[in-house]
Structures are given as C-alpha cells and as structure tokens.
C-alpha cells in the first residue's frame, strides 16, 4: 500500500466517521422529538447492519459447501463482512429494554375479522360502508 491510498483511506475513515456522528446526533434529536419511534427506527438499523453481515456468512458456507472456484475473488471481502456479525449483535442489546410491544396499539395495523356474510367484525364498518368509503 503506497503512502497516497493509505492517506486518501485515512481520510475516507474520517469522513465516515464524521458522517456516523452526525447521524447519531440527528437520531438522538429524533428521539427526543419522537420517543414512540425511536425502538422501530432501531430494529429497522440493526437489521439493516446485520444483512450485509448474514449475507456475507451465507455465501461462505454455500462456498464451503460446494467448494467452487466462483468466490475465490470474493474470499476476502465475504470474510471481512461475516467478521463483523458479532460487533453488529452488539446493537441488539439496547433493545433489551425496550419491551416487545413498543409500538402504540392504535399505530398497529387493524386487520379486520370477516363473518360468512363477508361483514366486517372488528374495525366496526360492514362491507357495505367500506365499499361507499373507497368509492366515494
């Protein structure tokens, strides 16, 4: 590695944390702002951290296990993405708190109970009158 891409990829990681530190400050304004959104948006990033991670791990053991020649370019970019699979479990632990029916029970989608007659039970509005809603 020569003295200008080890520069330029100090200076990446520099940018990248800038970035990481912005987003976690705007998330902790949010959170503020917003509790009631806080445990969704944080299922919904360490989930989004913890795909490339299980990808990365899946494609390993498809390729142990059928011992192919097709991933021996991507070795070592698969290895550095299951590498960080236990550092992203490490997000899952403020979620321990957080009780599993964090979101409001009116913010939960109704799925209405249908009779023989097809009316509705549960949301309290018959075929009838959701008919006249939509097409109205």
Known sequence: MTAAVRHQLRRTERVALGVGIIALLVAIVFAFLSPRSLAPAWRLAVFACLAPAIGSLIFILIFRTTSGQWVEGLAPFLLAG??????????????????VAAVPHDMRPQVPQLERDHTVVGGGMDARTAYEHVFS
Request: glycine fraction near 0%; proline fraction near 17%; charged fraction near 5%.
């Open 82 to 99: 299951a590498r960080l699979l236990p550092w992203a479990w490490l997000l899952i632990i403020p979620l321990l708190w957080v009780p």
